[in-house]
């Protein structure tokens, strides 16, 4: 029986591996963490992990119970007992909202700012930049319903998009407008749908009923071809005055700030906690399905959830895989993995321990490996060479009379012999 990783994963790789994926390098996903947190902790965000898992009905509370993700996606987790079941989550929001009202956070200094990374699970179907495991770039800012947090929020996943060095994505910014805007909308739609209910697909005659705004959404290609000859009004022509103000503003914000942004009239949101602005990332080097994230306004969340009082925020995510092939695309380069040093290598049985204690003593200045067992002249230069080290060092008996190593600078040839107390300023 052959080996292999579940359908829909991904191996994240040393450089140098014979499995080695471009895009998929481990210190590629290691750099693209770093670059988001040196922005976003510049903006004030604090780190924050929640559990892989949570309780199912905070899942489908968050998500919503009628969504694909819950109703065909999630991965359920087993369990002993008769307790209600938990889903590997399937986005990060919910989980973040969760640890702000069940930890206090609200003591904390607000508006508050979070920020998260780290894997995600949907039992979707496998193609380019969708996956069932696939990471996310989680920010959430909670405690303010202010435009000029909106536009902060946009600018940080620019800022991000802008240090990681992509050049082609670009921003679709829209407004689901606040609770009685989307019940007018949903109205409107219930109204245009129900005459053509026979010639939707079984999941948006189902919401039809429950919600209106999610055929809008659909992915079926009955209901895409459907939509696509109605010319039905965009949500943004719903909206009340207080949400069209608020929109506006973000809009001046944004062009006063130079971010980038297109409208689109065309972006919902299915769910009844959303409010006000959304917004999309999209990147055509990813497929057909382009987004590389997005992210919205959800005061209603923190009640769907149980909170007695709203508690306004707004966040959004960015897909890492889908940012790594967006880089792949754009033909950007990542750094390189770091490099040894040194290599250090005994040329006998007795200077092994003297090579592990220099090697153990040295790496507070930097990365320092060495031989397990003693080795000939040529396979230390070549083990060396395979390791990519700066410096290769050696000790024999000469060397271990004299308390030196003898050095050879892989990338400038140059040789010299030093005490070994003298290594570190060689390093």
């Known amino acids: 029986m052959s080996v292999k990783r579940p359908k829909g994963t991904q191996d994240f790789l040393p450089a140098g591996s014979p499995g080695f994926s471009p895009e998929?390098?481990?210190?590629?996903?290691?750099?693209?963490?770093?670059?988001?947190?040196?922005?976003?902790?510049?903006?004030?965000?604090?780190?924050?992990?929640?559990?892989?898992?949570?309780?199912?009905?905070l899942v489908k509370r968050?998500?919503?119970?009628?969504?694909?993700?819950?109703?065909?996606?999630?991965?359920?987790?087993?369990?002993?007992?008769?307790?209600?079941g938990y889903i590997l989550r399937p986005e990060g929001t919910a989980s973040l909202m969760r640890a702000y009202m069940e930890n206090g956070l609200k003591q904390l200094p607000l508006p508050l700012k979070l920020w998260t990374h780290g894997p995600m699970f949907r039992a979707e179907r496998h193609q380019k930049g969708r996956y069932r495991q696939f990471h996310q770039l989680d920010y959430e800012i909670i405690g303010s319903d202010a435009a000029l947090v909106d536009a902060e929020?946009?600018?940080?996943?620019?800022?991000?998009?802008?240090?990681?060095?992509?050049?082609?994505?670009?921003?679709?910014?829209?407004?689901?407008?606040?609770a009685a805007d989307r019940e007018r909308y949903n109205a409107y739609l219930r109204e245009r749908f129900t005459p053509l209910y026979d010639q939707l697909s079984p999941d948006s005659q189902d919401r039809l009923t429950r919600n209106p705004m999610r055929i809008l959404d659909s992915k079926a290609p009955v209901d895409q071809e459907?939509?696509?000859?109605?010319?039905?009004?965009?949500?943004?022509?719903?909206?009340?005055?207080?949400?069209?103000a608020h929109f506006a503003e973000v809009q001046r914000t944004l062009h006063a700030w130079g971010i980038p942004f297109d409208i689109d009239p065309t972006i919902v949101r299915g769910l009844d906690y959303y409010r006000r602005t959304a917004w999309?990332?999209?990147?055509?080097?990813?497929?057909?399905?382009?987004?590389?994230?997005?992210?919205?306004?959800?005061?209603?969340?923190a009640q769907a959830l149980g909170?007695?009082?709203?508690?306004?925020?707004?966040?959004?995510?960015?897909?890492?895989?889908?940012?790594?092939?967006?880089?792949?695309?754009?033909?950007?380069?990542?750094?390189?993995?770091?490099?040894?040093?040194?290599?250090?290598?005994?040329?006998?049985?007795?200077?092994?321990?003297?090579?592990?204690?220099?090697?153990?003593?040295?790496?507070?200045?930097?990365?320092?490996?060495?031989?397990?067992?003693p080795?000939?002249?040529?396979?230390?230069?070549?083990?060396?060479?395979?390791r990519n080290a700066v410096w290769v060092g050696f000790l024999g008996s000469d060397e271990a009379a004299s308390q030196t190593v003898s050095l050879k600078n892989l990338d400038t040839g140059e040789q010299r012999v030093v005490a070994q107390a003298a290594l570190a300023d060689v390093l």
């Open 24 to 57: 998929f390098g481990a210190s590629n996903l290691n750099f693209l963490t770093a670059t988001a947190q040196q922005v976003l902790e510049r903006a004030g965000a604090k780190l924050i992990f929640t559990p892989v898992f949570e309780e199912a009905e």
């Open 153 to 178: 929020a946009i600018a940080l996943m620019w800022n991000v998009i802008e240090a990681l060095g992509l050049k082609h994505a670009r921003i679709k910014l829209g407004s689901i407008g606040d």
């Open 226 to 244: 459907l939509i696509a000859d109605m010319n039905i009004q965009p949500m943004l022509d719903f909206l009340g005055e207080e949400a069209a």
């Open 307 to 373: 909170a007695k009082d709203p508690i306004p925020g707004i966040g959004w995510a960015l897909g890492v895989e889908r940012l790594l092939i967006a880089m792949q695309d754009e033909g950007l380069t990542f750094p390189a993995p770091p490099r040894p040093a040194l290599f250090l290598a005994a040329l006998d049985a007795d200077q092994l321990a003297v090579t592990a204690e220099l090697a153990l003593g040295l790496r507070h200045l930097a990365q320092v490996e060495f031989a397990y067992r």
């Open 280 to 301: 999309e990332l999209h990147h055509e080097g990813v497929g057909a399905k382009s987004a590389l994230g997005g992210g919205g306004r959800y005061d209603g969340l």
């Open 62 to 84: 968050g998500v919503g119970d009628s969504t694909d993700i819950v109703r065909k996606e999630q991965f359920t987790v087993s369990h002993h007992g008769d307790h209600g």
């Open 375 to 386: 080795l000939k002249m040529k396979q230390i230069f070549s083990e060396a060479e395979r």
